[in-house]
């Protein structure tokens, strides 16, 4: 198998097409970036550190039955994915009350919720990602009434296996973004599974590990996401 047109490229990886149809190669770029792209630095090594970390997470998923479309790591910033139709609606699923759930609703930062909410939102960069209702994801035909509920159903799923697998780590999942393509109707989890899609923090000392001490300015950037690494590795 070897790659042969870039098809897409977005703020953080580039997929590429394959002489397998069937397959694609997905490329973590070190392009960091927030608030729809305004802040952004390109920082030497997160791509490296995102790709091997969401190799670790995949390969996990799928051990439990979870389908996603990952296949294999085959260097540094390139894992090897099976290629999906992208619905257009990102689901979050939140843990603990933290960035724009705080902004929007007021509720307190650090709240718990059990069990954990799921949310929607609109992936399109130009309307700055707006949350959906069920019934917005249905007059507008991004996905069909059975496939919301095996999003919302695949979602607390991959929640409760990676929180579990986590906190073992000592790392609090706080709230994540997930990316879900079909294949021949079946549903399968795309995307990136790092420190850019999810919040995580220490269990113990609240510690931020992930893309927020770049969105905060709190340094250590690189730091953090070496040490999730380190622990979702071991």
């Known amino acids: ?45 997160k791509g490296r550190l995102n790709n091997t970390i969401s190799s670790h997470l995949f390969g996990l998923l799928n051990e439990k039955g979870i389908r996603t479309h990952f296949r294999e790591k085959i260097s540094e910033t390139e894992m090897v994915v099976e290629r999906l139709e992208m619905l257009p609606v990102e689901v979050v699923v939140r843990n603990v009350a933290a960035g724009s759930l705080v902004r929007r609703l007021g509720i307190e930062k650090g709240a718990t919720f059990d069990p954990p909410i799921v949310e929607f939102y609109l992936k399109d960069d130009s309307l700055h990602d707006p949350i959906l209702s069920e019934e917005h994801i249905r007059v507008m035909g991004l996905a069909t009434p059975e496939q919301v509920t095996g999003l919302k159903n695949a979602a607390l ?56 001490r770049f969105r905060q300015d709190l340094g250590g950037f690189l730091e953090a996401y070496n040490e999730v690494l380190s622990r979702v590795s071991s």
Not at 175 to 181: I, T
Not at 184 to 212: Q, W
């Open 1 to 45: 198998m070897k790659k042969v047109n870039p098809l897409y490229e977005g703020k953080a990886k580039i997929l590429w097409e394959t002489d397998d149809p069937a397959l694609m190669v997905q490329e973590f770029k070190n392009d960091a970036t927030a608030f729809d792209g305004t802040k952004h630095e390109v920082i030497e090594g």
């Open 157 to 212: 799923a991959v929640n409760e296996t990676l929180g579990s697998f986590l906190l073992e780590r000592n790392m609090r999942l706080v709230d994540f973004k997930l990316e879900f393509g079909t294949v021949g109707g079946e549903l399968v989890l795309g995307d990136e599974i790092s420190p850019d899609t999810c919040r995580f923090h220490d269990a113990k000392t609240g510690e931020i590990m992930d893309k927020d």
